[in-house]
């Protein structure tokens, strides 16, 4: 079983919304930071949020900030990106990881396309 598994993209206009989860198993998710990133066609994967393990500290990237929020649901062992605003720069695959247990998922295709 995949520790993290990721879904939720799919093709979104332009200004759309679209909400990531992230589904943790396997290890104790309450107890590692937990992040995103991405990584758009012929770019390198790039850091996009960071959140604390009982949620009191966020940070974005600044592409992102003031239209992303990262969030966790502990109980559920799942993370969470909400997207708001989408640009046609914000495709990409979104990767789900666990710095600490150095787990990453297979991530999830985001489309922003007209």
């Known amino acids: 079983q995949e520790p993290l598994v990721e879904s939720g993209g799919g093709l979104v206009q332009p200004g759309g919304s679209l909400r990531l989860s992230c589904a943790a198993s396997g290890f104790t998710f309450r107890g590692f930071v937990m992040q995103w990133y991405r990584q758009a066609p012929h770019k390198e994967r790039e850091w996009v949020a960071t959140i604390a393990t009982d949620s009191s500290h966020t940070r974005y990237a600044a592409a992102v900030q003031g239209r992303f929020t990262i969030s966790r649901d502990n109980d559920k062992n799942t993370l969470y990106l909400d997207m708001n605003n989408l640009k046609l720069e914000d495709t990409a695959v979104y990767y789900c990881?666990?710095?600490?247990?150095?787990?990453w998922g297979k991530g999830t295709l985001v489309t922003v396309s007209s």
């Open positions: 990881h666990s710095p600490g247990r150095n787990f």
